[in-house]
């Protein structure tokens, strides 16, 4: 009987164990070295949470979804699997001092690693109701093997499409991620992955790789109410991990092929209910930099309001202020730099309504 499930899927592979098994010296404590190895995939992928199928040198780890999956739940789903990984990875290398040490050969091995998402279908291989004799299959088990076949040298290779962003890294854990498109060769399928830095410093083509950094867009959006003119300031949550309980327009992460002025009235749409116009040819630009964190660049854009309740479930306050107004708020209560931004932009808004 078959069955469809939504499924967590990590392959894994030793990296270099082929050209290191082929030693005459290696062969009498080979079988000790995978068994070693398996049992500490077994320790950190538990097997009341993840079946577990040893494939040569690597193993295919499964684990079946069964919540509800929304933003929250991945972030918690691939912290916890990089946290396992981490301890797999260092238990590994001390595998690979202990038996150099007690062989007298040297295991010079590292991991790499292939993450993803998706349906895959459960059968029983056979037909013994005392026994649990599952297995799976599907495209996304193919793909995230072709996820593994892509970390080389060695590391991690997550889809991108199934994680759309990473949670910031617990102390402990010594991995930084990159953003780049990869060419799955196989299945002929060019995909948005996060690469470890090993991986992301490989020399490639451009033809196999290209970088793909991450691009912000916001607005500033103005209205005019009897002949005033004012500006829309949102106060973001106290639990925003980036700038809690301070000011800001409304803005965000540049979609695929997605131009400039789309990108900022999809985020005013979504985030605040309003349609705005885009005022494209004045604009300004800005970039978002946090410790340990790569450099994010942004362009911003003046809007103008045309319909819609402003209304957030990110923001505590969302208001439209005059200049008079929005003078006598304190610049600490802003991201930095912004309130300087609005104010001059009210003269820019002024400058071209009607046009």
Not at 274 to 303: A, N, T
Not at 312 to 326: D, F, P
Not at 334 to 354: A, Q, S, T, Y
Request: hydrophobic share 35%.
């Amino acid at each position: 009987m078959n069955n469809t499930v939504n499924a967590l899927i990590v392959f894994v592979d030793v990296r270099g164990f082929t050209a290191w098994a082929e030693k005459e010296e290696v062969f009498t404590f080979i079988d000790e070295f995978g068994q070693s190895f398996q049992k500490i995939l077994m320790e950190e992928f538990l097997p009341s949470k993840f079946f577990r199928k040893n494939l040569g040198d690597g193993a295919l780890l499964i684990q079946e979804i069964i919540a509800k999956t929304n933003p929250k739940f991945l972030e918690t789903t691939i912290s916890d699997t990089i946290r396992s990984i981490s301890n797999v990875e260092r238990k590994f290398e001390k595998l690979c001092k202990d038996t150099s040490l007690s062989y007298g050969c040297k295991v010079n091995l590292n991991l790499g690693w292939g993450i993803t998402k998706g349906n895959v279908k459960k059968y029983d291989t056979k037909r013994n109701v005392k026994k649990d004799d599952s297995d799976y299959i599907g495209s996304n088990i193919n793909k995230s093997a072709r996820l593994c076949g892509i970390a080389r040298p060695f590391g991690i290779v997550i889809d991108k499409d199934d994680f759309p962003s990473l949670p910031r890294m617990a102390k402990g854990i010594d991995f930084n991620f990159y953003h780049q498109t990869r060419n799955l060769k196989g299945i002929n399928e060019v995909v948005d992955v996060w690469v470890t830095k090993a991986i992301a410093n490989q020399f490639l083509t451009r033809e196999d790789i290209k970088h793909t950094p991450e691009v912000h867009v916001a607005g500033i959006c103005f209205k005019q109410e009897q002949g005033i003119t004012k500006v829309l300031i949102a106060k973001r949550s106290n639990s925003r991990k980036l700038y809690p309980s301070l000011y800001e327009g409304c803005g965000g992460q540049l979609a695929p092929n997605e131009n400039f002025a789309t990108g900022v009235k999809r985020h005013y749409k979504l985030e605040f209910g309003l349609d705005i116009e885009v005022y494209e040819h004045i604009h300004m630009l800005y970039y978002i930099q946090q410790p340990k964190e790569p450099i994010i660049p942004g362009i911003r854009f003046v809007c103008k309001f045309l319909d819609g309740t402003p209304k957030s479930e990110n923001h505590t306050e969302i208001i439209w202020k005059s200049r008079e107004e929005l003078s006598k708020i304190p610049e600490e209560q802003f991201i930095p730099g912004l309130k300087k931004d609005f104010l001059e932009c009210f003269d820019l808004f002024e400058g071209n309504v009607g046009k």
